[in-house]
């Protein structure tokens, strides 16, 4: 049954696909409203997962194992893959002790700024990569205030490639910390994207504008306006006199529904912040309704179907295309959270800075359906042609799409390079030999989680000229990592008839004879120096151990973490 349910999401995002390549297959418009909708967004919506077993058994009982729904659980001994064994981790002068004690998991951290606290964890947040972890204060135990007080996620991570523990924040690309702090309250941070909430909760921002103050529900989407969706009111006094109700159901005050709309999201927002906690989840973890929306219609009445579509007769959902295809609806219930593009570093790819009107796309992990939609597929093709929404990606079938047999996604509007001849005349590159469409459109140059490359998301060209002119290093060198940028410049304007600047590639690498991989790691931002050293990791030879050992100081600790890895590969363990 989870194999045919997937296959139908498959096809209806073929289907959306094949629009453009065929203008006789009629795609049904997202469906216009009933008399009476059949609302998706409210508390009141929702019935939870639990319910869903009754009719889609299979489904359910993969979905319970499944990464998506692990994302936030109840700390319990089957659900920690940490050994919590008393190894300790240092950061500065500061240091955290793992350990457990009768069966229950504890971070002890001794910080110069907040002295020796003792945390017992309470919640685990991740579990296919790595493991985060959230805790409440029982330095006190014998004070029932002290005991349990407020849950605040710990600065400690486990990293499965290697089996270490790290420094939370290092995941992402900030500078060295100076030493450990416990200061942020889970239910103000984590809980929005890793579990399930009543949607409406996270529309607060959206309805307020790109100034709104920053909230459990607030998403980083960061898009063009060609891009982004935008929410519109459709009964205003209905709508603000619902968010006043969560805002109450939550512990908040009571609002003025009089006031105008901004103000009172505002506040709305700010109550919201205060007072939501775990005990108003719909769920821990990601449900079925974080993405389906609210079923309890559904449930009461299997003729009225669940929707991606925001159904509400409060607000609509505005989509930034004219015509609005199933597969965009799939792509923005995953671009709710699957959107970062987080912390202080500045860079972006494509040449762009964090804080331009319109960034580039991520570097690291966590930003994939963003990147996706600032792509050129991201109309006609949903997230669900190559990810299974219901359990786990399993490696092999991953890895097969980066091969020929991949070429099908692609192909199903791309009818042309189907064949060898069409293929071969695109690439220039035998079939089999570099002719996989993911190997150029989607190459492998973000930081993952567990210090690999990872598929960059946002679908283009390596021949694209903000790519070539404005990012190091030239895609083409991901593969190639002996050439030189003349070589690969030169080769792609031959074949593909582009024209590059050289000045502005001399600007970048120094050199056009200087080997792109070599001048990136010299001359390169942290995040494209990361990608030589992947590189080199992976394709390189004892002979570039030399040029990787200098980046083990390097300023941010996850560029280290990568050097690190490569080091490994290239020598063996230290």
């Not at 889609?56 to 729904?69: G, L």
């Amino acid at each position: 049954m989870a194999r045919r349910t997937v296959l139908a999401l498959l096809a209806v995002a073929a289907c959306a696909r094949a629009r453009s390549t065929d203008p006789s297959l009629e795609v049904p418009e997202a469906p216009a409203p009933a008399a009476r909708v059949a609302s998706n967004i409210l508390r009141a919506d929702y019935a939870g997962s639990s319910v869903c077993a009754d009719c889609h058994a299979d489904i359910h009982a993969v979905w319970t194992q499944s990464p998506m729904h692990r994302m936030t659980r109840v700390a319990r001994d089957r659900s920690i893959e940490a050994p919590f064994d008393g190894a300790t981790l240092q950061v500065g002068a500061d240091t955290a002790t793992m350990e457990t004690r009768g069966g229950k998991r504890y971070v002890t951290v001794e910080a110069a700024a907040q002295g020796r606290r003792v945390y017992r964890v309470t919640k685990v947040i991740g579990g296919r990569y790595r493991e985060d972890y959230v805790g409440v204060d029982v330095t006190d135990a014998d004070d029932p205030a002290r005991a349990w007080n407020v849950e605040r996620v710990l600065p400690v991570s486990f990293v499965f490639s290697n089996r270490a523990w790290r420094y939370k924040g290092y995941s992402v690309m900030v500078r060295e910390r100076p030493g450990l702090l416990v200061r942020v309250a889970w239910s103000r941070t984590c809980i929005g994207c890793h579990n399930t909430l009543p949607a409406i909760t996270m529309f607060y921002d959206d309805l307020a504008g790109p100034d709104a103050p920053a909230y459990q529900g607030r998403t980083s989407e960061l898009l063009p306006p060609s891009r982004a969706w935008r929410l519109e009111p459709l009964d205003q006094r209905a709508l603000v006199t619902a968010i006043a109700d969560e805002v109450v159901r939550i512990g908040g005050k009571a609002l003025d529904v009089e006031q105008p709309l901004s103000t009172f999201l505002r506040q709305a927002i700010g109550e919201t912040r205060t007072h939501f906690g775990g005990a108003d989840l719909i769920e821990v973890g990601i449900g079925c309704e974080a993405c389906h929306g609210g079923a309890a219609e559904h449930v009461a009445d299997p003729e009225v179907l669940p929707s991606f579509e925001l159904r509400s007769s409060l607000v609509r959902a505005v989509p930034p295309t004219r015509d609005v295809s199933p597969a965009q609806w799939v792509n923005r219930a995953c671009l709710r959270c699957h959107t970062v593009l987080f912390t202080e570093y500045p860079w972006t790819w494509e040449g762009g800075r964090r804080d331009d009107a319109q960034p580039g796309g991520s570097t690291t992990n966590s930003g994939e359906a963003r990147d996706f939609n600032l792509g050129g597929c991201a109309t006609q093709l949903s997230c669900v042609a190559c990810h299974d929404p219901h359990g786990e990606d399993r490696p092999e079938a991953l890895a097969a799409l980066a091969t020929m047999d991949g070429n099908a996604v692609c192909t199903t509007c791309h009818a042309a390079l189907a064949s060898a001849s069409g293929l071969r005349a695109h690439t220039h590159h035998a079939p089999g030999e570099g002719s996989a469409c993911l190997g150029c459109h989607m190459p492998k140059k973000n930081m993952g989680l567990g210090y690999d490359l990872v598929r960059y998301h946002r679908i283009g060209a390596p021949t694209d000229t903000n790519r070539v002119q404005a990012d190091r290093p030239l895609e083409c060198a991901l593969c190639h990592r002996d050439k030189t940028v003349a070589e690969l410049a030169g080769t792609m304007e031959r074949w593909w008839g582009k024209r590059y600047d050289r000045a502005e590639l001399i600007a970048l690498y120094g050199d056009l004879d200087a080997n792109v991989i070599g001048a990136t790691l010299a001359r390169g931002k942290p995040h494209e120096q990361a990608v030589a050293i992947g590189v080199l990791g992976e394709r390189g030879g004892p002979g570039d151990i030399a040029a990787l050992v200098p980046f083990l100081e390097h300023e941010y600790p996850l560029v280290r973490y990568y050097a690190a890895r490569a080091l490994e590969r290239l020598g063996g363990p230290p």
